[in-house]
Nanobody, 115 residues
Framework: EMRLVESGGGSVQAGGSLRLSCTAS????????MGWYRQAPGNECELVSR???????YYADSVKGRFTISQDNLQSPIYLQMNSLKPEDTAVYYC?????????WGQGTQVTVSS
């Protein structure tokens, strides 16, 4: 079974840090643009960050300067280093291809930031 597995979420206080990991199970990342999405209760699924096969990156304005997406090679996980976390970063975070109509459908990993 081919699937993406997210991990690394948790509960932290504002200002804290977390590192999320996205691992490919049953397949190898194949050069498609990949991203981290998030969805908070009552909100739409939003793209937080994207990494392209050439290593270029994109960040939503709300996380720019605080989050860093990285991947060492196509065989390694995709990471999202989240620093200076804010309560508004609280959401379920998902890893998926960019673009994707189903980005926030998987299990995801919960991030909760308390003030």
């Amino acid at each position: 079974e081919m699937r993406l597995v997210e991990s690394g979420g948790g509960s932290v206080q504002a200002g804290g840090s977390l590192r999320l990991s996205c691992t490919a199970s049953g397949f190898t990342f194949g050069g498609s643009d990949m991203g981290w999405y998030r969805q908070a209760p009552g909100n739409e699924c939003e793209l937080v960050s994207r990494i392209s096969s050439d290593g270029s990156t994109y960040y939503a304005d709300s996380v720019k300067g605080r989050f860093t997406i990285s991947q060492d090679n196509l065989q390694s996980p995709i990471y999202l280093q989240m620093n200076s976390l804010k309560p508004e970063d609280t959401a379920v975070y998902y890893c998926a291809a960019v673009p994707s109509d189903y980005a926030c459908w998987g299990q995801g990993t919960q991030v909760t930031v308390s003030s």
